[in-house]
């Protein structure tokens, strides 16, 4: 089983940035695929962005240009650069690998 902890979370006002991780136990790290997840109060969770073992990256629509996903596998962590914040971006936001979930960390955009 792999464990996956978020973190990085809090309160930003809109036009802010936040940075979050998501360090993974798994030995493997650097093999697989991750994705960043979020679900904002009474909506479905949403795939907002997933990178692949060699770095391809895909976005949300919503989040292009705004968001960037990265990882270093030497520290077992993937990361979720958060720029130019809007009160829509207001969610959970969890880490996933091979079908294992993090705990997630909330992320509050508001003034």
């Known amino acids: 089983q792999i464990q996956l902890v978020e973190s990085g979370g809090g309160l930003v006002q809109p036009g802010g940035s936040l940075r979050l991780s998501c360090a993974a136990s798994?030995?493997?790290?650097?093999?697989?695929?991750m994705a960043w997840y979020r679900q904002a109060p009474g909506q479905q969770r949403e795939l907002v962005a997933t990178?692949?073992?060699?770095?391809?990256?895909r976005y949300l629509g919503s989040v292009k240009g705004r968001f960037t996903v990265s990882r270093d596998n030497v520290k077992n962590t993937m990361y979720l650069q958060m720029n130019s914040l809007k009160p829509e971006d207001t969610a959970v936001y969890f880490c996933?690998?091979?079908?294992?979930w993090g705990q997630g960390t909330q992320v509050t955009v508001s003034s």
């Open positions: 996933v690998s091979r079908g294992f």
């Open positions: 798994e030995s493997d790290f650097d093999l697989y695929s």
């Open positions: 990178i692949t073992s060699d770095n391809n990256t």
